[in-house]
């Protein structure tokens, strides 16, 4: 009887050891399902994020618009390496999923965009736009990004004409609410402000043309619009990186125009092949604001010659 007994109370005993090592399998499989699941998942949005890159070329348009929405709450990370000819960004995503954000993912690194925004972006809806960046021949494309809304204050009338005809829906105008981020033109107190520094040189976009921009206690030099608005929606870091990569790029192709320049030169008036290699030296080794007076310089020896190269 007590033999019986004892074989009674080993087998329930192995019972509930089996049944508890099924149990925690079962657990594990699960939260590994969904793990993979979740990395699955970042690694689509990766490549659905950098897919969404491409259209985003203007053409001969001006600028373009568009947004992107996420099934889940996500974040966003830009990095951005000068290294190599031109460097590149790697984009990466992690997703908010039972109750804590999970670790990003690899990433896609991309060689040939320039895309400017804050280090992480975190949200459902993300909204692009881009701009051609000419400086002064068409240079790249550049592509702004963020999860946030912008409320600008006495803006120029070229920035307002381009918010409005490209129906930019997360930059208002004016009636600012708390929740957005406030960029002041000229004075007021705002988280970013944009200082004009043209005074006498200015051209299309009147004082505007260049400047700094003031956000995150550091001060951001931009030449032209479009690095106007590359210097508000990114973070210092993510700014001064590309501003490098599309100086490398510049170079570059400022000294093949410069061997165009020279067999062009043969048969009509072009630009002198030396004004070219000089743009292309001061991309690498002068300031921004320098480079751009140069290009603005060029540009007009361009628009005269008899054969334009641009």
Known sequence: MEKRAIEFNFAVLFSII??????????????????????EQESSLTKQLTIIFDPME????????????????????????????????????????????????LGQKINNKYVFSEKVEEGKKAYLFSKPFNFPFKVSE??????????????????????????????????CSSSDIKVCFGTGSCDIKVIPKCNND??????????????????????????????????????????NRLMKRLASQAELLGKESYYVST??????????????????????????KLAKEINEKNNAASCELW
């Open 142 to 175: 550049l592509i702004f990004f963020t999860t946030k809304t912008y409320c600008f204050q006495n803006a120029p009338d070229f920035i307002k004409d381009e918010v409005t005809s490209m129906e930019i829906q997360n930059i208002k105008l004016g009636n």
């Open 18 to 39: 089996v049944g508890a090592i099924i149990i925690f399998l079962a657990i594990y499989s699960s939260f590994k399902v969904i793990h993979t699941g979740t990395s």
């Open 267 to 292: 048969k009509c008036g072009v630009i002198p092949r030396e004004d070219l290699l000089k743009l292309s030296s001061s991309a690498l080794s002068s300031s921004l604001q320098e480079t751009g």
């Open 58 to 105: 203007t053409g001969i348009a001006s600028g373009k618009y568009s947004s992107v929405s996420f099934s889940e709450n996500s974040r966003i990370y830009n990095e951005c390496s000068n290294e190599g000819e031109f460097g590149y960004q790697r984009f990466s995503f992690s997703t908010y999923s039972l109750g804590k954000w999970g670790e990003k993912n």
């Open 202 to 243: 200015c051209g299309d976009f009147s004082e505007y043309e260049y400047g700094e921009v003031i956000k995150s206690n550091k001060t951001l030099t931009y030449y032209s619009d479009s690095l106007l608005y590359a210097a508000i929606f990114s973070s210092p870091e993510i700014y001064t990186c590309n501003v």
